[in-house]
């Protein structure tokens, strides 16, 4: 029987290619799904500038809570969220408000001394230490169970080319920044090869093709099913970074007057800068979902992060029929109740898109398991401040979404000004690598926060 030959016996066999080889490793059928344990996926969004707490948290706690204005589009996933208030991030020493917020999120540790000034407070570097994320993902890839190609992704959306405390929140180690990729085409190409023209892009799809055909006999018709689930998505990407593309082509074209480059549908050289686009920001946030989704399929990564803009962001939402700066705004007083608006619709729409990410998921059946893919990720929202005119650390916005860190979600709770370093203790726990310390340890005595599972 197929199912009683080892994975690397199979592989070596059919002879496919490694882009398919850790899907097909997982589908039920083949007999290898039953002998890994189930993954865990782990995806931290971040969006800039505090939210409006009264229309942010719930009014009611408990697993009757109320939804504000904000959290709105999340009420298809109520079940499955988890909102928690009362998370300070206590770090202090160099830095502005702003900069302390972005690079102490996921390290919960103080930044260098530097030569970086913001706003009236001391100059800062780099964080000391390094952040959950790029953590969690040494932990995976130093087992051979949960090692993954890429072990973490991380996207960003309309990230500055400048390199400092307010564009950064993921860090290797102390002083060791990650920067995130935000063209969505430079991510096709980390994820899929030197993509550089039509060919290529197809080519990866035709190998990904013959590989699923020399298996689809081997297989169940739930398991074709679902590699044909697969690559749709995977071409769905593919057409829309064509599309793009040629786009941006024939508006060359026209600008050039040269009609014949219309006609030519070769894939060009990417054009610079499009992260810098600002109308193109749902469409690219849209783009890196979709590569982000892709990678989980495929198990290249089991931790992911996108960054929409950065600490101090000043995208103007148009598309919102918002002409202002966000960062602009954020600092307008609550009485003006214009900005206030503003304000409410922009972290709503930061709220859709995290809610995109989890319809994505949780139509997505669960590769080699039961359920979606929901079912084994958690989303986790968050931001560098409280409220944006306050510039307060305190009640950070902590939104959780999804099953896969086994907490028992549908419900908002309220701790009472803990530390953030408490809740990544949390997150490392149910990670499967528990931590006495996480950060600044003089912020972890309590140990991991209680009533999350």
């Not at 030197?194 to 892009?201: D, G, I, P, V």
């Not at 726990?429 to 599972?453: H, I, R, S």
Request: glycine share 10%; aromatic share 8%.
């Amino acid at each position: 029987m197929v199912h009683q030959l080892s994975r690397r016996d199979f592989l070596q066999k059919t002879g496919i290619s490694f882009a398919a080889a850790n899907l097909l490793a997982g589908l039920p059928s083949l007999g290898w799904a039953s002998q890994a344990a189930p993954k865990k996926r782990l995806v931290f969004i971040f969006s800039p500038n505090g939210v409006i707490p009264d229309h942010f948290w719930p009014k009611t706690l408990g697993s009757d809570y109320d939804m504000q204005r904000i959290l709105k589009p999340l009420e298809p996933f109520k079940q499955q969220t988890m909102t928690i208030k009362g998370i300070g991030n206590l770090i202090k020493g160099d830095g502005d408000g702003h900069m302390r917020g972005m690079g102490c999120l996921l390290t919960g540790i103080e930044l260098f001394p530097g030569d970086v000034q913001g706003g009236s407070d001391t100059p800062a570097g780099w964080a000391m230490g390094i952040s959950v994320d790029q953590y969690l993902k040494n932990q995976l890839q130093a087992n051979a169970g949960t090692q993954t190609r890429f072990g973490s992704l991380e996207f960003g959306v309309m990230v500055p080319d400048r390199a400092d405390t307010w564009t950064r929140w993921s860090y290797a180690g102390p002083n060791q920044p990650v920067a995130p990729i935000d063209d969505p085409y430079q991510m096709f190409d980390k994820m899929y090869g030197q993509a550089k023209n039509r060919a290529m892009l197809a080519s990866v799809l035709d190998d990904l093709t013959d590989d699923f055909k020399k298996v689809e006999k081997l297989i169940s018709v739930e398991d074709r099913q679902l590699l044909d689930t697969h690559m749709q998505m995977v071409r769905k990407v593919e057409l829309e970074l064509q599309a793009e593309m040629a786009q941006q082509k024939k508006q060359d074209a026209e600008q050039s007057g040269d009609e014949r480059a219309e006609l030519d549908h070769a894939i060009p050289e990417l054009p610079p800068n499009v992260r810098e686009d600002n109308d193109n920001i749902p469409q690219i946030t849209k783009m890196q979902i979709e590569l982000m989704v892709n990678g989980f399929v495929h198990d290249m990564n089991r931790i992911a992060s996108l960054q929409i803009t950065n600490s101090v962001g000043q995208p103007k939402m148009k598309w919102l029929g918002i002409d202002e700066g966000h960062h602009g705004l954020s600092h307008e007083p609550d009485s003006n109740e214009d900005a206030y608006e503003k304000l409410i619709k922009i972290n709503t729409w930061y709220c859709e898109q995290v809610a995109h990410l989890a319809k994505r998921l949780a139509d997505t059946p669960e590769p080699g398991g039961n359920g979606s893919m929901l079912d084994n990720t958690t989303i986790i929202w968050t931001n560098e401040l409280g409220k944006g005119n306050s510039h307060t650390h305190n009640d950070i916005p902590f939104v959780l979404v999804g099953g896969g860190l086994g907490f028992k979600m549908g419900q908002a709770i309220d701790v009472k000004k803990v530390p953030h370093n408490r809740l990544l203790l949390n997150i490392c726990e149910a990670m499967g690598y528990p931590q006495k310390t996480f950060g600044n340890p003089d912020y972890c005595g309590d140990g991991p926060l209680t009533g999350l599972t």
